[in-house]
């Protein structure tokens, strides 16, 4: 049987703290996977889930991905992730205080957000207990527009690696998804000359597409087999599997979606050997992220987008690698965000032997007799003491 404690062991994670409050019918869970970087930054989500097994295999799998995608986007914080086990109708005002209660406790360890049926008024809420969260004032427009401007970043990347090209002009792209990524990446696709084919389950989302940009809408089971040049998943996860690989003519996969790969070994190397390359989505998603960490240090957009510019560099980097070691570029990405952690840890150590040599000194100080005038202690050395004149004996 597997324990919890293997579980933990194998998928690499520091703390898994479970938050329960009768009164208020709160059960969450807290994963931190990897603080070498920083503090374990992670959204809330709240599910009712159909089991407390399917709610602890999801923030384990979730707060290790954070790691991965904090390390990859080279920001200086961790991995980590919150469940709360609940309907979205039984969502109350005490339940997420309680929650925040439990955040507050972590003493900045987790810093959290808001995701799946969390509204920035929850965010609020939980924000009343603790100051440990993002997002209780919202100064940038919210995440969707760096995340487009990092895809469309890793869209040039791929060009720029697979086709030694510079610009878009001319370039068939595929976008799956028309919310709030998948619209703004076809503006700047349609600003930089991309042909666009779009497909969205709402029809007026494709509509105001076609009309602002010139896009071709394709039905959403048409747009895996295009004859297009890139194909950008911004919908759902899992869409990139043994069924859709086989219809796919694009030569390059970059697109926002969380969790594109259904099997990230299998699908992964079918990719790689059918020649396509694939942008890891954590790491061409990582504006999201990015803009999350930037309001929580102040938000300043000359720092966000300074961050955001690596996405480009760092997926260069991830297809060399994958190329010289011929690995694929999920596997390439994990090596990178493994170097990076563990030269985080190897910091972090050396912060704590600082401060245990500070210690030790403070200590050692401690221990040493303080002389209090006044209280006979004062003990003069003896070839002072004879020449110390006695007052008024
Ligand atoms: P969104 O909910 O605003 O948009 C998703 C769009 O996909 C909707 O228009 C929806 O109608 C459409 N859709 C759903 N099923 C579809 C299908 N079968 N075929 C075609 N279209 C379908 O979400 P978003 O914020 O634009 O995010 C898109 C993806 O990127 C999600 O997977 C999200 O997890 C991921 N992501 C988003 C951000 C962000 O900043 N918003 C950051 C990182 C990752």
């Known amino acids: 049987m597997t324990?919890?404690?293997?579980?933990?062991?194998?998928?690499?994670?520091?703390?898994?703290?479970?938050?329960?409050?009768?009164?208020?019918?709160?059960?969450?869970?807290?994963?931190?996977?990897?603080?070498?970087?920083?503090?374990?930054?992670?959204?809330?989500?709240?599910?009712?889930?159909?089991?407390?097994?399917?709610?602890?295999?999801?923030?384990?799998?979730?707060?290790?991905?954070?790691?991965?995608?904090?390390?990859?986007?080279?920001?200086?914080?961790?991995?980590?992730?919150?469940?709360?086990?609940?309907?979205?109708?039984?969502?109350?005002?005490?339940?997420?205080?309680?929650?925040?209660?439990?955040?507050?406790?972590?003493?900045?360890?987790?810093?959290?957000?808001?995701?799946?049926?969390?509204?920035?008024?929850?965010?609020?809420?939980?924000?009343?207990?603790?100051?440990?969260?993002?997002?209780?004032?919202?100064?940038?427009?919210?995440?969707?527009?760096?995340?487009?401007?990092?895809?469309?970043?890793?869209?040039?990347?791929?060009?720029?690696?697979?086709?030694?090209?510079?610009?878009?002009?001319?370039?068939?792209?595929?976008?799956?998804?028309?919310?709030?990524?998948?619209?703004n990446l076809c503006q700047h696709l349609h600003e930089n000359g991309a042909q666009l084919f779009v497909t969205d389950i709402d029809p007026n989302r494709t509509a105001e597409v076609q009309r602002l940009y010139g896009a071709t809408v394709v039905a959403p089971d048409e747009i895996f087999s295009l004859d297009v040049d890139v194909f950008s998943p911004c919908a759902l996860g899992a869409i990139i599997n043994s069924s859709t690989i086989p219809l796919m003519r694009a030569s390059i996969i970059a697109g926002a979606a969380n969790n594109q790969l259904e099997n990230e070994a299998l699908h992964g190397k079918l990719l790689r050997e059918n020649n396509i390359l694939y942008c890891p989505d954590y790491v061409i998603n990582a504006g999201g992220l990015i803009n999350v960490y930037n309001e929580m240090i102040g938000y300043e957009e000359g720092t966000a987008l300074r961050q955001l510019n690596n996405i480009y560099d760092t997926l260069l980097r991830i297809f060399g690698i994958a190329r010289q070691q011929e690995i694929t570029t999920h596997e390439a990405s994990q090596k990178l965000a493994e170097q990076r952690i563990e030269k985080g840890k190897n910091q972090k150590e050396g912060r704590r032997k600082d401060k245990e040599k500070e210690r030790q000194s403070i200590n050692s100080l401690k221990k040493r007799p303080i002389s209090v005038p006044g209280d006979n202690a004062l003990e003069l050395h003896p070839s002072i003491a004879s020449k110390t004149p006695v007052a008024n004996k």
């Not at 603080?35 to 097994?53: D, I, S, V, W």
């Not at 200086?76 to 709360?84: E, F, M, Q, R």
């Not at 972590?106 to 440990?132: A, C, H, K, M, W």
């Not at 086709?163 to 595929?174: I, P």
């Open 3 to 183: 324990t919890l404690f293997d579980n933990l062991t194998n998928m690499g994670h520091e703390q898994v703290l479970f938050c329960h409050d009768r009164e208020n019918n709160l059960k969450a869970i807290i994963a931190i996977h990897n603080t070498n970087l920083g503090a374990a930054m992670g959204a809330t989500r709240l599910l009712p889930y159909a089991n407390e097994a399917d709610a602890l295999r999801d923030v384990l799998r979730l707060s290790r991905g954070m790691t991965y995608k904090a390390a990859c986007a080279n920001l200086p914080v961790g991995g980590g992730k919150a469940v709360i086990i609940a309907r979205p109708e039984d969502k109350t005002d005490e339940l997420f205080k309680a929650y925040g209660r439990f955040v507050e406790s972590l003493n900045g360890r987790f810093i959290t957000g808001q995701d799946v049926n969390l509204t920035p008024d929850d965010v609020r809420t939980i924000g009343s207990e603790t100051d440990y969260v993002v997002g209780k004032e919202e100064r940038s427009g919210g995440p969707a527009p760096l995340t487009a401007m990092g895809v469309l970043l890793g869209i040039k990347a791929a060009i720029a690696f697979k086709w030694q090209q510079t610009n878009l002009q001319g370039m068939r792209v595929a976008v799956q998804g028309l919310g709030n990524v998948g619209k």
